[in-house]
């Protein structure tokens, strides 16, 4: 049975212009659940997506290979890209060890900005 939150995920269609194929882009180049197969998917279905957190993961989901490793990658890449305020709250009203989660990414983001850029 699916969290509380995810069953309200609906797919609203495809991304971006141009033809879309659920098992296209992903399903023809990705063959494992290694990271170089999983990582480039996740990159391909957030930047196919990037306006909208949910629709991100229901395209992970269509694309089809290893699924739940690219959800957690492309999830990951578009809540670092939309930020706490950009998520869904449904999404994060039941989500287990929030307050947890929330303290490390602050944490991870306080770190970042001590440590100087490499030119």
Request: contains cysteine.
């Amino acid at each position: 049975m699916a969290a509380p939150g995810l069953r309200a995920l609906t797919w609203r269609g495809p991304p971006g212009p141009g033809p879309w194929c659920p098992r296209g882009w992903c399903h023809r180049r990705c063959h494992g659940a290694g990271v170089l197969d999983s990582f480039p998917c996740a990159l391909w279905c957030f930047r196919a997506t990037p306006e909208d957190f949910e629709t991100t993961l229901c395209t992970t989901v269509a694309a089809g290979h290893d699924a739940d490793t690219v959800r957690a990658m492309a999830s990951t890449v578009s809540g670092a890209y939309h930020g706490l305020s950009g998520l869904p709250t449904r999404l994060l009203d039941d989500l287990e060890f929030r307050d947890h989660l929330i303290a490390l990414a602050d944490g991870l983001y306080d770190l970042s900005v001590r440590i100087p850029a490499v030119d």
